[in-house]
C-alpha cells in the first residue's frame, strides 16, 4: 500500500496522467511509439541505484571522506565533489537525498553555514548526472532516441563537465574557511559480495544502454538480483518515474497524430539553436525530463538537446527534479528560513544556467 500511495502522491505524474488522459480524446497512441527500450533500461537503472542505496555505499564514502574535514570550506568541497562523482553513478536523485541530510546533520551539530554548502551540492549533483548516459534518465532517452555512441556522448558531455566544474569551483571560494573539530566516524559496513554482484549487473546495464546486449537482460538481472539480497528493495523503486515515461511516450503518440500542432512544434524545431533555447526554456517550467521526450519526438538535432536538456536542470527548482529534492531536504532537516535559502539557491541556480547557456550556445555556433 506504500508503493501505490507514494506512486499517487507524485505530483509530476499526476499532471502526466491527466494530460495524457485528455490527449486521448484527440487520437489513440500507437503501440510502436511506446519506448521500451529505454522503459527496460530506466527500470533497471532505477532497480541498481536502490541497491546501491541498501548496501549504504554512499554514506561510507560520505563518512571516511568527511571525517579528514578541517574547516568549513574543505567539508564544503569534499561534500560538493562527492556529490559530483556519485551522480554520474547514482543519479542526481539519489546523491542529494544521501548526502543534503547527512551535511545537515553535521552543519547543525556544529553550526556550520548550510545554505551555500546545501546549494553547491545540489549543483554539483546535476553537474555530476549530466556526465554520464544514465546519471540522468533523460540521457537514457536521447542515447535511445538517436542510437548515439558512447565516444559520441562524452564528447558532448566532457567539455559541459569541464566548464561545470570550474564554475563549481569559483563558488567553492566563496565559502568561509572556518576550522571545525574533529568530525566523528561512523561504522557502517559494505556486504561485498553483493556489492561485486551490483557491478556486475551494472556494467550488463552500460552495455545494455548502447545495446550491446538486450536491454531486458539487466533490468531481468537486477530485479533477480534485488530479490536475492532483500525483496523489500523493490518497495523503495521509483515506479512513479517509470509511469511518467510511459504517460509521456503515450501522449507525444497522441499529439504526433494532430497536424496543427506537428507543424506549430515543427517551426520551432527548425535549426539546433532554436532547440537548445527551447529545450532550456521548457525545462525551467515543466522539468528537464519531460522536456527531452517532447521535443525528442520533434528533432534530430541531438546535442543541441543533450546540452539544452542538461543546462535546463539548473535555474528553477521545477528544472530537474534534484533540485525539487535538495529544496524538499532543507526544509525537512535545515535550520535557516526557507526564504533566505531560497533566494540564495535561485541566486546561484540562475547564474550557474547563465554562465552555461552561453558556453552552449557557443559550442553549438563553433564546434558542432
Known amino acids: 500500500m506504500t ?17 495524457t488522459i485528455l490527449s486521448l480524446c484527440f487520437a489513440r497512441p500507437r503501440l510502436g511509439d511506446i519506448n521500451t527500450h529505454t522503459l527496460f533500461s530506466i527500470l533497471a537503472m ?4 536502490q ?30 565533489f ?32 548550510e545554505i551555500l554548502p546545501v546549494t553547491l551540492i545540489g549543483m554539483g549533483a546535476n553537474i555530476g548526472a549530466a556526465f554520464t548516459p544514465w546519471g540522468n534518465p533523460h540521457n537514457i532517452y536521447i542515447v ?9 556522448f562524452f564528447k558532448w558531455s566532457l567539455p559541459l563537465l569541464s566548464v561545470s566544474l ?15 573539530p574533529s568530525l566523528p566516524k561512523e561504522d557502517i559496513r559494505i556486504s561485498m559480495r553483493p556489492m561485486i554482484l551490483t557491478i556486475v549487473v551494472s556494467i550488463f546495464f552500460f552495455f545494455g544502454i548502447f545495446n550491446v546486449v538486450p536491454v531486458y537482460v539487466p533490468a531481468i538481472l537486477a530485479i533477480l538480483l534485488t530479490i536475492f539480497i532483500n525483496k523489500t528493495i523493490l518497495l523503495h523503486i521509483d515506479y512513479a518515474l517509470l509511469l511518467t515515461f510511459t504517460c509521456f511516450f503515450v501522449f507525444i503518440s497522441d499529439i504526433q497524430q494532430i497536424p496543427f500542432i506537428v507543424n506549430e512544434i515543427s517551426k520551432a524545431m527548425s535549426n539546433e539553436h532554436l532547440v537548445y533555447l527551447t529545450s532550456i526554456l521548457s525545462s525551467q517550467c515543466i522539468s528537464n525530463v519531460p522536456s527531452t521526450i517532447l521535443i525528442g519526438k520533434f528533432t534530430n538535432y541531438a546535442e543541441a538537446l543533450f546540452l539544452g536538456s542538461n543546462i535546463g536542470g539548473f535555474g528553477t527548482l521545477v528544472g530537474s527534479m534534484a533540485n525539487m529534492l535538495v529544496f524538499k531536504s532543507f526544509l525537512e532537516h535545515g535550520t535557516i528560513s526557507r526564504k533566505k535559502f531560497f533566494c540564495m539557491f535561485s541566486l546561484l541556480q540562475f547564474t550557474g544556467l547563465i554562465v552555461l547557456m552561453i558556453l552552449g550556445w557557443l559550442v553549438l555556433y563553433f564546434v558542432i
Open 144 to 152: 535511445n532516441r538517436y542510437t548515439v555512441t558512447p565516444i559520441q
Open 46 to 49: 532505477l532497480t541498481i541505484i
Open 51 to 80: 541497491i546501491f542505496s541498501y548496501l549504504h555505499v554512499l554514506d561510507v564514502l560520505a563518512y571516511k571522506l568527511t571525517a579528514s574535514a578541517s574547516n568549513t570550506r574543505r567539508l564544503t568541497v569534499i561534500f560538493t
Open 82 to 113: 562527492l556529490s559530483v562523482i556519485s551522480a554520474m553513478f547514482l543519479t542526481n536523485d539519489i546523491t542529494v537525498l544521501t548526502l543534503i541530510p547527512l551535511y545537515l546533520t553535521i552543519a547543525r551539530r556544529y553550526k556550520l553555514p
Open 3 to 19: 508503493v501505490i500511495r507514494n506512486i499517487f502522491k507524485d505530483r509530476i505524474l499526476q499532471i502526466t496522467v491527466i494530460i
Open 166 to 180: 570550474i564554475l563549481l569551483i569559483i563558488m567553492l571560494m566563496f565559502v568561509k574557511n572556518t576550522p571545525i
